[in-house]
């Protein structure tokens, strides 16, 4: 569906940006591959790897989500929109919660608007563990975001599909503790641990691209994709990244949790489970989606209870492979 299309990404220039990009250009013949992001700098360094010359279906295009005319100006002639914009950084948001809430919530509803006015076929965005039961800022506005691209089907006059995919902690992206506890461990340590008992759910780069690419073919519209994935103790992971290094225990930030939750058992309602992934159906607009079989009643997905456990060498392994030296 990707070949002869043409693709937008939001905060393209980001970890997930970048890795989608390379994906796109190495499956398929994209007509067009905008990247759309705020950052110049981030542009013309991706552009070194990525260069016009050698892929001439890539445009980049400087512009922000807060902006709606500029919005109107990418969005035209596109066919699917991956929006990856957002604000991420929990102590940042926490900070400056207007300047979260613009980009967050204000950024979405114009992804929204503009989508529709311009026929875009398909919106998949992408949300975060953090938008289950927030304690923190950023979660809430994911939260709020989810909440507006699945009402946003029910759009009179509008065409455009609207889909959430939600997952947990990305494996090496910028945000990641991973590069921080390597650059720990390279500076002598020792490791800041924030609370022994704290798990997280783990996904690759990788496995999140592959999963809203399938999204963009599975989803009817108002649905949330949930990945089957792992968990892991944050004190498996310092020593899956420096095995033999002190660590220190200096407690939770603020906005954190011990455990992320994915699926609330209030959602289990209306989660089904289609294999590889549950989807989370909408409850106020018709579902045109996969069907599955639905999961048990009160279940709940959180990283603590999680049956599925990343080891220490699994997750080794999967760093080796993504070029990071452990």
Known sequence: ??????????????????????????????????????????????????????????????????????????????????????????????????????????????????????????VVALSTDKAVSPLNLYGATKLCSDKLFIAANAYIGSTTSFSVV????????RGSVIPFF???R????????????????????????NMVLRAFKLSGGGEIFVPKIPSMK?????????????????????????HETMITSEDARHTIDIGDYYVIKPETISYKGPEGKPVQEGFCYNSGTNDRWLSVDELRKSLVAQGFSI
């Open 1 to 122: 569906m990707f070949d002869n299309a043409s693709i937008l990404i939001t905060g393209g220039t980001g970890s997930f940006g970048q890795k989608c990009t390379e994906y796109l250009l190495e499956h398929y013949r994209p007509k067009r591959l905008i990247i759309f992001s705020r950052d110049e700098l981030k542009q013309f360094e991706m552009a070194q790897r990525f260069s016009v010359e050698k892929y001439p279906c890539l445009r980049y295009f400087i512009g922000d989500v807060r902006d709606k005319e500029r919005i109107y100006r990418a969005f035209q002639g596109v066919n699917y929109i991956i929006h990856a914009a957002a604000l991420k950084q929990v102590p940042a948001a926490e900070y400056n919660p207007t300047e979260c809430i613009h980009t967050n919530i204000g950024g979405a509803e114009n992804i929204i608007n503009v989508a529709a006015d311009s026929g875009v076929k398909k």
């Open 234 to 258: 944050i004190t498996e992971l310092a020593r899956a990244i420096a095995p033999n290094m002190k660590t220190i225990e200096i407690g939770i930030r603020p906005g954190e949790k011990l």
């Open 186 to 209: 390279e500076d002598g340590g020792p490791l800041p641990i924030t609370d022994s008992r704290m798990t997280r759910f783990w996904i690759t780069l990788s496995e999140g691209v």
């Open 166 to 173: 939600r997952y947990g902690n990305v494996m090496g992206s």
């Open 182 to 184: 390597i650059k720990k």
